[in-house]
């Protein structure tokens, strides 16, 4: 460690004391706002107190997560948090070393981009209900990827994390050194071009040429339009913007009607995938909440800016999803009807899609 860090960092941690006291439920992300820093950078501060740092191959940890048994995993960005509990099972690693992905199966269900992946430490936290155990990971810029906490046994004999599993995951890949400091960087933007510039036609037959919903990702890449600026780009022949208000009703409906649904949200290493039937829908302040024993998402409302039906062309069918975007031209969340490769969409899926108010 520098002579520099330890009163940086020792500094920061004092600030990081004194708000707490001022607001003693803000929690760990909203205090980093607060003082002007990223979230990583706030928790490297406690490393030496309840936090160890985590070096080696991301691959391998992910590779070991099943040890673990069933935890609840998180993935969030500004305007969405997903968060499942159950067991990591079926994890499967690919691509070359600077795009290795991992597709992880199973009651958790993640897409993980392992480029993203900076920072990890593993949290062992005192609180007033009892010690928070974690894994938790952060890109370059300090923004959390994703964070995996261990559970007690729950009802319906559900059994508990780990712990063991959990020390010696900690263990393997605990880091030589363990500085209360983390050095940030901005995350490296893909440059798109301005919309005006996008070569509207030639989008636009590329998307009508489309065989699977995962052509979108690349099509956006090969005419660099921000997505946003390609839904926009595609109104009235390929996207239809919706009320912002229609998504409670679309949840409400799901939910009532027991149709299964697809929901995708997460961060630039990790999207977090929900897959099935939803029960409890509830508004709270600014969030709109689906409260399920083993599913919770939280979606601020108050954070979307636009949302839209949005249709892909495949080998089975038009697929149809709701995209919504925030201010800033961001993803926050997506929802389709539950369907298998191989298998055309819902009907009862795109009844529901059709019957949403327009904007």
Known sequence: MSQLAEPVSATLRARWDELKKVKPTLRIRDCAQELGVS????????????????????????ERLPELGRVMSLTRNEGCVLE????????????????RMATVIGPIETRVFFAAWKFGFAVRLQ???GLQQSIQ?????????TKIFLVAPGPGNKAGSNQEAFDKLVADFTATEQSTEVVVAPV?????????????????????????????FGMLRKHQVNRLDAVLLAEGKFSQRIQKNALKDLLESAAKDHLPIMVFAGSRGNIQIHQGKIQTIRVMDNWLNIL????????????????WIVK????????????????????????FGLRKPGLAELEKWRALVDSLPRA
């Open 39 to 62: 979230e990583a950078e706030l928790l490297a501060t406690t490393v030496g107190d309840y936090t160890t740092r985590l070096e080696g191959d991301w691959t391998k940890l992910v």
């Open 84 to 99: 499942h509990k159950g067991p990591f099972q079926k994890v499967e690693i690919m691509g070359p070393p600077a795009h």
């Open 127 to 129: 609180t007033p209900h």
């Open 137 to 145: 990971i952060f890109d370059e810029a300090g923004n959390a990827v």
């Open 188 to 216: 490296k933007e893909v440059p798109v071009k301005a919309i005006g510039d996008v070569d509207k036609d030639a989008l636009l037959t590329d998307w009508e040429n489309m065989k699977d919903t995962h052509d979108f």
């Open 292 to 307: 399920d024993p083993d599913f919770n998402m939280h979606l601020r409302e108050d954070m979307i800016d636009s949302a």
């Open 312 to 335: 892909k062309p495949t080998t089975d069918g038009v697929v149809t999803a709701i995209e919504v975007f925030d201010k800033n031209k961001e993803m926050i969340v997506q929802f």
